[in-house]
């Protein structure tokens, strides 16, 4: 069985079936993983097939039902015991180490919200991860599911070559930090020529300048993942 994810959506159909040409889309073909969208509506308990309401309390917008999202989610878990992520703007931020734990378990059930969101006691019943791609507001949890998917994916045994999966795990070691800068030829364009030491062939220089740029990016551009770094990898930055 491979790696299932299952997105509950009221916009199926931003989950084309194929994934188009990323490399999600062919490891998707390729049967590495498997992927179902799932309709909210047709889970939902009356004739008109409602999902959501207005708030309690009062404001703008409609929330949706909890008995609905329900429903949605046990047939979800019929097709196999998975978490259950919720996308939204107030969830822990996706990182590495969320989306690797996701990638060691059997798949993940997405629940993506519109409107104002998800009645809260169905969050709490279903014992669901709220999770945030970000600090700004998505019109849905849509894009952030796929962003999730995609993140995963290419974290699959076979979809990636060996080579990335081994820097993966040295990336994933302890805080993150940026990657270097990269170059290609030509080694002049417009007047702006390739780092000297790129092409010196003399590894171990290339390896220390890399280092360096990657220490001085994430101190100058992520301060926050900076202040994460261990003491040995500071001390050496110089
Ligand atoms: N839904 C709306 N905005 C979102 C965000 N930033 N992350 C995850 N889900 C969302």
């Not at 015991?81 to 378990?105: I, M």
């Amino acid at each position: 069985m491979s790696w299932h994810a299952t997105a509950l959506t009221l916009f199926p159909e931003m989950f084309p079936g194929s994934l188009g040409q990323s490399l999600a889309g062919r490891a998707l073909r390729e049967g590495l993983w498997r992927l179902d969208a799932r309709q909210i509506r047709d889970f939902a308990l009356d004739k008109h097939r409602t999902v959501d309401d207005t708030p309690c309390g009062g404001g703008a917008g409609m929330v949706l039902r909890p008995d609905v999202v329900d429903a949605a989610c046990a047939a979800a878990l019929e097709e196999g015991d998975r978490p259950l992520v919720y996308l939204t703007p107030r969830g822990k931020l996706l990182d590495q180490a969320l989306v690797r734990d996701l990638v060691a378990g059997p798949g993940v059930i997405l629940v993506c919200g519109r409107y104002e969101g998800l009645d809260q006691r169905v969050i709490e019943a279903r014992g669901m991860r709220e999770v945030s791609i970000g600090d700004y507001v998505l019109s849905g949890g849509e894009p952030a599911a796929l962003v999730l998917l995609d993140a995963c994916v290419r974290l699959l045994p076979g979809v990636m070559g060996g080579a990335d999966s081994a820097a993966e795990e040295s990336f994933s070691a302890g805080a993150p930090m940026l990657e270097y800068p990269q170059y290609t030829r030509p080694v002049e364009w417009q007047g702006r020529a390739v780092p000297e030491v790129l092409l010196s062939g003399h590894h171990a220089a290339v390896a220390r300048w890399r280092r360096e740029m990657a220490e001085r990016a994430t101190r100058e551009r992520r301060p926050d993942l900076w202040a994460r770094q261990g003491d040995t990898a500071k001390a050496s930055a110089g």
